[in-house]
């Protein structure tokens, strides 16, 4: 199993580039906003509780596609000393199954995570969909940091089209590609 770690900013293009990579691929997604959804259909965002369980049930899916060898990609804000735990259980929720896990790390000016983050999709999808909101987690936050565990590819999105950033992807880290 191959877990394809695709993390940056809000507005980087992480969801955009893993639907690209999983048409290439084959891989499936898991979109991190899914478990976000699911825990705040009961439990306020950002609460002990909220946060308890959004990263139980990450876990415990990855760790579940690593068991059933589904090749995956998903998607994270990483922020470095907050996440840093978390990381670590995934690698070696994902290693315990013989699973590698290629970290992909998406970068952009933020002028452009400003104009991206106003997107009319990014609201419906229950994402941080103004500046204001962007400029406030950036402040709070350490959003460009790099994962330190493993090596990582760190593609610009704002110079590269998601399709050609699936397909740098794909070549760096040797991942099948679907025949058409």
Not at 162 to 173: D, E, G, L
Request: hydrophobic share 40%; charged share 30%; proline share 3%.
């Amino acid at each position: 199993m191959k877990l394809v770690f695709i993390y940056g900013p809000p507005a980087s293009g992480k969801l955009t580039v893993a639907r690209e990579l999983a048409k290439l691929t084959g891989f499936r997604i898991f979109d991190n906003h899914v478990s976000i959804q699911f825990v705040q259909s009961l439990f306020d965002f950002g609460t002990q509780s909220f946060w308890h369980l959004v990263h139980k049930y990450r876990l415990e899916m990855i760790e579940e596609a690593a068991r059933q060898r589904i090749d995956t990609i998903f998607t994270f804000v990483y922020e470095r000393k907050i996440d840093d735990p978390f990381i670590r259980k995934i690698l070696q929720k994902v290693e315990r199954s013989r699973g590698t896990v290629c970290f992909v790390r998406l970068q952009c000016n933020k002028k452009e995570l400003e104009r991206r983050v106003t997107n009319r999709t990014r609201k419906k999808l229950g994402k941080i969909a103004t500046k204001k909101l962007l400029n406030d987690l950036f402040r709070k936050l350490e959003l460009n940091s790099e994962v330190p565990f493993r090596p990582n590819l760190t593609v610009d999105t704002e110079s590269m089209s998601p399709k050609k950033t699936a397909r740098v992807i794909a070549q760096h880290y040797a991942l099948r590609a679907l025949k058409r």
